[in-house]
């Protein structure tokens, strides 16, 4: 018997994958850049890319020279 420890994706890219997820009808997509009120450490980005929203208000977002995090609502703007 042997595990298949890892299955073949079959996605090539994140936008890939953003365009095969359910359409979003909210203020925000993921996918989409928005810029930070705050910045996370001083070495961060401004920018943060949304991934998918965690809850009401909130998202999980990529900063680059971060790492991911979840931002509230209230912590970016377009």
């Given at each position: 018997?042997?595990?298949?420890?890892?299955?073949?994706?079959?996605?090539?890219?994140?936008?890939?994958?953003?365009?095969?997820?359910?359409?979003?009808?909210?203020?925000?997509?993921?996918?989409?850049?928005?810029?930070?009120r705050e910045l996370p450490?001083?070495?961060?980005?401004?920018?943060?890319?949304?991934?998918?929203?965690?809850?009401?208000?909130?998202?999980?977002?990529w900063i680059p020279d971060?790492?991911?995090?979840?931002?509230?609502r209230h912590q970016f703007?377009?």
């Amino acid at each position: 018997m042997s595990l298949d420890l890892h299955p073949e994706i079959t996605l090539t890219s994140v936008s890939d994958w953003l365009a095969s997820e359910v359409p979003f009808s909210g203020e925000y997509q993921p996918g989409t850049w928005v810029k930070l009120r705050e910045l996370p450490n001083p070495y961060s980005h401004d920018e943060a890319l949304l991934l998918c929203e965690n809850a009401a208000n909130q998202w999980i977002a990529w900063i680059p020279d971060h790492g991911e995090t979840i931002l509230g609502r209230h912590q970016f703007f377009r």
